[in-house]
């Protein structure tokens, strides 16, 4: 009896573990609804920081939404064709960043298969003083499609399973609607993932040490005029990544500029909702005022 007993208790989840002696059987949650209210209500006398309520939180809200809401949508995703030459490709690879491409034939619609920049370390290789080069078709991998409503927890779990970092999402049509990353859930669950292109949250405005400033978006218009002595407008948007999307009048990617009285605005760092990490210069006194990209 006492061993059937011990065996019980030995095979409660970590949860049921934690909520033993806050609840009566009357009033425990019955909803996943009521246990978030109980977590937030009760983290203090659980010893939650609030990173980890966070990521409980987000953990729960995964299994409602669905690929369409986190999706890279595809306007803005870099593709490779796959009957491109090295020095076409190569300079897209080193002015995005990213670390993984879908290579398609004709058209976004006709993904051949995802390359990994891994996988193009071999062509560094030379042999008899000539560099070799490979065929993208003979390296790229296989591509894995899902359609736009499917759920994130789901999907994330087919990633573990299938050792996947990259998704193609395709819409009713069987058309490229857009991609997915597995860092676009995790970001869901805990929050944004900063890059090596990211800086402190605390330093807001780094000096490079080459005439250009490193500026984090969301760093206020006020404290941006202090530092360079500028008098840009917080009238409309109250940080420099408001005050630039109005210059670029899109969501920019990586790379991407724009000039404002004076100024250049290079875009280090986006994600598919936001700018994250601008470059800023000076530029030289030429009387223009105009934005480009």
């Excluded at 090596?196 to 490079?208: A, G």
Aim: negative net charge; without cysteine.
């Amino acid at each position: 009896m006492n061993e059937d007993r011990s065996s019980s208790q030995g095979s409660k989840s970590w949860l049921e573990k934690m909520f033993s002696g806050f609840f009566s059987d009357s009033d425990e949650p019955s909803s996943r609804d009521e246990l978030l209210v109980f977590l937030r209500e009760a983290g203090a006398r659980l010893r939650l920081d609030p990173d980890a309520l966070t990521i409980l939180e987000g953990a729960f809200q995964i299994s409602d939404q669905q690929t369409r809401e986190v999706m890279i949508p595809r306007s803005q995703v870099t593709a490779i064709a796959v009957d491109q030459r090295p020095e076409d490709y190569l300079p897209v690879i080193f002015e995005t960043g990213h670390s993984r491409y879908p290579v398609v034939g004709e058209n976004l619609d006709d993904v051949l298969g995802i390359l990994l920049v891994k996988d193009l370390l071999p062509m560094l290789q030379e042999s008899d003083g000539e560099r070799r080069w490979v065929e993208l078709r003979d390296v790229i991998r296989p591509a894995m499609f899902i359609p736009e409503s499917k759920r994130l927890n789901s999907l994330l779990k087919e990633f573990r399973d299938t050792h996947n970092h990259m998704a193609i999402v395709v819409d009713e049509y069987g058309g490229t609607a857009g991609i997915v990353t597995i860092e676009d859930i995790l970001e869901q669950i805990v929050g944004d993932i900063e890059d090596e292109h990211d800086t402190d949250e605390d330093d807001e405005i780094r000096d490079m040490g080459d005439g250009t400033f490193s500026v984090r978006a969301l760093t206020a218009i006020d404290d941006f005029n202090e530092r360079f002595d500028t008098d840009f407008s917080d009238d409309e948007f109250d940080t420099v990544g408001g005050l630039v999307m109005q210059g670029f009048g899109h969501l920019p990617r990586r790379g991407e500029y724009t000039d404002l009285s004076g100024w250049r605005f290079t875009v280090l760092g986006a994600d598919n909702r936001r700018i994250r990490l601008l470059q800023v210069e000076r530029l030289p006194d030429t009387g223009m005022d105009e934005a480009e990209g």
